[in-house]
Each structure stands twice: as C-alpha cells, then as structure tokens.
C-alpha cells in the first residue's frame, strides 16, 4: 500500500479512540445526570437541600475522554516515528487500536455513567454510602486505565 494509505490508517486510529472515548463519556455523564436531576427536583420539591455531591457522579465517565486523548497521543507519536523510519507494517494495527481502545473506554464511561445514577438515586434516598458508591464508580473505572496501558504497550 502507499505510504501515504498507511499513514492514514494510523491517523483514523488516533481519532477513533478519541472519538469513541468521547461519546461514551457523553453517553456516560447524561445518564448519571438525568439520575441527578432527578433527585434534586424531588429535594426541591419537598423543600430539602439538594446534595452538590451528585455532580461527582456526573462528572466521573469524563475522565474516558482524557484517556482518549492520552492514548491518542501515543498513537499520533508512533505513526509520526514510524512513518519518519520508512516502517508503514503497523499502520492497520493502530486503526485497530484507537478502534477497539475507544470501545473499551466507551463502554466503560457508559456503565460508569449507569452506575453514577443508581448512586444518585441511593444517595438522594438515603443520604448515606457515599464512600462505596465511589469505590464502585472506581473499579469501573480501572476498565478504560487497562485499556490505556495495555493498548499503549502494544504500539
């Protein structure tokens, strides 16, 4: 294939992966937000304060998107080294990469953004368990690190 084709392919790969990472963080964080408003109408509504903390919840399928970007990154840098080397081999591999990179990160902001609501919801019933719903987020969470690191070790 042309150089050129190849170059491409790796370039396709590093937007994949931030591309995907970034819907399923958006995915991700309007479920839990949808959660969260919830909850905060109904403290409104029965005149309590609404608890802040929610926006934790909210926020944490974002980090995806900075993993997306980091192992984006990575596959931009190691297209421009190999491409400067004349080695187009591993081009294809780091469309695969971003694509499958991306999905994994994707489907772990998704389920971090599910999990974030049903702690909105626990939270907003309860007041109480803040500390294991945020180590439940987390483990989650370790889903899109293995993606990066694993994937990063790859290329």
Not at 66 to 80: D, E, F, K, P, S
Request: no cysteine; aromatic share 8%; proline share 3%.
């Amino acid at each position: 294939m042309e150089p050129q084709v190849m170059l491409s392919l790796g370039q396709a790969g590093a937007a994949a992966v931030l591309g995907l990472a970034a819907v399923g963080s958006a995915f991700g964080t309007g479920a839990a937000a949808l959660s969260a408003i919830g909850v905060w109408k109904r403290a409104y509504a029965l005149d309590k304060t609404a608890p802040f903390i929610l926006v934790t919840f909210i926020g944490a399928p974002l980090s995806q998107t900075i993993y997306g970007m980091i192992l984006m990154n990575t596959i931009v840098q190691t297209a421009a080294q190999r491409a400067e080397a004349g080695d187009y081999v591993g081009f294809p591999a780091m469309l695969a990469a971003g694509v499958f990179g991306g999905l994994g990160m994707a489907a772990s902001a998704y389920a971090q953004g599910r999990a974030g609501a049903v702690a909105a919801d626990a939270i907003g019933d309860t007041g109480k368990g803040l500390g294991n719903y945020l180590m439940a987020i987390g483990i989650v969470e370790t889903v899109a690190l293995f993606v990066l690191v694993f994937i990063q070790a790859t290329l």
